[in-house]
């Protein structure tokens, strides 16, 4: 299995994890996930109030995530004229933003970073340069008396 499948894989179980799956098979269906959160987003949405949340997200890539995760449930994204664009706006109860849409996103989002910095890392070594460490850190000019 190549690094692109295993990370198919890792959030077809991290989205399986927020649907509350039960049983192993479950698990192996993220469509069947993908329902269920929405019927949890549509139960909870009958009995609690939804509220308006503000998310800054300044990485372009995670925003994409973000919205895209919205709407995959059912939630609009959007934002107010002159909000700076990080800025992602949802209208949902708490419970569901605190619960489950938040969390499955940082999961999500981590695992989307870690497997970008990996290709990112391999592509720098064979291409660039072999190495791709941070730059030294060294005593400033006037300190070094």
Not at 24 to 29: C, D, I, L, M, T
Not at 56 to 83: E, H, N, V
Not at 103 to 109: G, M, Q, R
Request: proline fraction near 5%; aromatic fraction near 8%.
């Amino acid at each position: 299995m190549d690094a692109e499948q295993r990370l198919r894989e890792k959030l077809r179980k991290i989205e399986a994890l927020f649907a509350g799956a039960a049983t192993p098979g479950e698990k192996a269906a993220a469509g069947a996930a993908a329902d269920r959160i929405r019927r949890q987003f549509a139960e909870t949405s009958k009995r609690e109030k939804a509220q308006e949340f503000k998310f800054s997200i300044p990485d372009p890539w995670s925003r994409q995530l973000f919205t895209a995760l919205c709407r995959r449930y059912g939630l609009k994204p959007f934002r107010y004229s002159r909000m700076h664009r990080q800025t992602v706006m949802v209208l949902a109860p708490a419970s569901i933003i605190k619960g489950v849409l938040w969390p499955e996103f940082e999961a999500l989002s981590d695992a989307l970073s870690a497997h970008l910095l990996e290709i990112t890392n391999r592509i720098i070594r064979e291409e660039v340069y072999a190495t791709t460490e941070e730059a030294e850190e060294i005593a400033e000019p006037g300190l070094l008396r």
